[in-house]
Nanobody, 119 residues
Framework: QVQLVESGGGLVQAGGSLRLSCAASGRTFSTYAMGWFRQAPGKEREFVAT????????YYADSVKGRFTISRDNAKNTVYLQMNNLKPEDTAVYYC????????????WGQGTQVTVSS
C-alpha cells in the first residue's frame, strides 16, 4: 500500500492555471501507474488522466485533452497534473490514485484537493 497526499488546489478564475501535486510514500511508487480523477458536487467521480510507470505513456479524458498534462518524477515520488485554460466545469475535488497492476483498477487513493474555477 502507498499513501498519497494531494496538494495545489485552490480558487482560480476561468482561463487560469493550477498545478496539482500528489506525493507518494513507499519505495514501489515508480512501479505503479498513476491516475487523476475528479468529483464535482452531485456527480460521480470521473477519470481525468493516467500515466504509466515510466511516464512514457499518458491518456486523457476528452474533456481535458489539450488543456491538462499529467507527468511524474519517480525520483521525488510525485505525480503532477498541470491544468491550463481552466473552465468553471473543471470545479471538483481532485484525487490521485495508484494502480498496482495494469488493467486491474486503482488500489490506493489520496484524500483529494479542491479546485474551484470562477467564471
Amino acid at each position: 500500500q502507498v499513501q498519497l497526499v494531494e496538494s495545489g488546489g485552490g480558487l482560480v478564475q476561468a482561463g487560469g492555471s493550477l498545478r496539482l501535486s500528489c506525493a507518494a510514500s513507499g519505495r514501489t511508487f515508480s512501479t505503479y501507474a498513476m491516475g487523476w480523477f475528479r468529483q464535482a458536487p452531485g456527480k460521480e467521480r470521473e477519470f481525468v488522466a493516467t500515466i504509466n510507470w515510466s511516464g512514457g505513456s499518458t491518456y486523457y479524458a476528452d474533456s481535458v485533452k489539450g488543456r491538462f498534462t499529467i507527468s511524474r518524477d519517480n525520483a521525488k515520488n510525485t505525480v503532477y497534473l498541470q491544468m491550463n485554460n481552466l473552465k468553471p466545469e473543471d470545479t471538483a475535488v481532485y484525487y490521485c490514485a495508484a494502480a498496482h497492476h495494469v488493467g486491474k483498477g486503482y488500489d490506493d487513493w489520496g484524500q483529494g484537493t479542491q479546485v474551484t474555477v470562477s467564471s
